[in-house]
């Protein structure tokens, strides 16, 4: 009898398990399907935003280019002073033809790259030892609020009698010009951090450099991401200044300075838009998914919210 009886209740625990196993397995069929709706409609949301973005924009640019195509046609400015986009379009043709556009874009941003990387370290190390020593940070911030309000041209006769008509100071005007504002998010976004993170985390054991590495960065991120993107900013005007006034032998602000010393606005205009249309290829690709993984990341995004409305 109790071998028995032992046979029912280990039959009657299988029967149990599988019953629970088989209602987990209807539980999930149910709910993924409704994940795999709401993945699509967002998906198609995220379609839909994108479609409507370039749609826009090629309707602003059909707009502006009407524009100009009517006022030069109207003769009020003369050619030399504002030529036709069908003649910005042979300057272009022209540019990359004799390879000068495409060398001219891969030295600047050659120049540009290295820079903003330099800056970026050495912004956010300053700004850690300005979290690190609260005296120092006191200082230094006053110093680099004021330094930052520098115009990047004024770096300008700085590095060319410090360091002269080379890369290395076309690369120190881009460094200054751009440090100060990577500094100063660092050291404010870390500073704003809320002290009960800080205080929460402690007493769970976190400390030294695991406090640092998982509380301290990722709560500094957000302020940090706006402080780079306004230094990536600053470093594209300081560095086309600096390759037009110290007379780069490459670059885009050689073809400027080019075009302004024979008197060649389409190749100005062409220049123009081509440094507006790195900087918008830049924001979209990189700073543009950058953000919104860290809204995302920081429960800020509000695509359910528009798509509800």
Request: glycine share 8%.
């Amino acid at each position: 009898m109790k071998i028995f009886s032992t046979d029912n209740n280990e039959r009657n625990y299988k029967s149990k398990v599988d019953r629970e196993i088989g209602s987990n397995t209807i539980e999930e069929s149910e709910i993924s399907p409704s994940r795999r709706v709401k993945q699509e409609k967002k998906s198609s949301f995220r379609s839909r935003v994108r479609i409507e973005e370039i749609s826009n924009t090629i309707l602003f640019i059909a707009i502006f280019i009407g524009i100009w195509q009517i006022a030069y046609l109207s003769g009020i400015w003369p050619e030399v002073s504002l030529p036709s986009p069908i003649m910005v379009v042979e300057s272009f043709y022209d540019l990359i033809k004799e390879n000068t556009l495409l060398v001219s874009i891969g030295m600047t941003l050659y120049r540009l790259l290295i820079g903003f990387a330099a800056s970026i370290g050495i912004g956010v190390s300053i700004g850690l030892a300005m979290v690190k020593f609260s005296a120092f940070g006191k200082t230094m911030s006053s110093f680099a609020i004021g330094l930052q309000s520098f115009p990047s041209v004024a770096w300008v006769p700085f590095a060319i009698l410090l360091i002269g008509l080379n890369d290395l100071g076309i690369l120190f005007v881009v460094i200054m010009s751009s440090v100060f504002s990577v500094m100063m998010s660092a050291y404010s976004g870390i500073r704003n951090i809320p002290p009960i993170y800080l205080k929460a985390a402690k007493n769970m054991g976190a400390k030294g450099f695991s406090l640092f590495r998982y509380l301290m960065i990722p709560a500094a991120t957000p302020a940090l991401i706006i402080g780079i993107k306004q230094a990536w900013s600053f470093a594209w005007h300081a560095l086309v200044g600096a390759e037009i006034l110290m007379a780069a032998s490459m670059g885009i602000g050689h073809i400027l300075l080019v075009g302004r010393e024979f008197q060649q606005m389409d190749q100005i205009i062409a220049s123009m838009i081509t440094i507006f249309a790195l900087g918008m290829i830049f924001d979209k690709i990189i700073f543009a998914k950058l953000e919104d993984k860290v809204r995302e990341k920081w429960g800020l995004r509000q695509e359910q919210d528009v798509e509800k409305k």
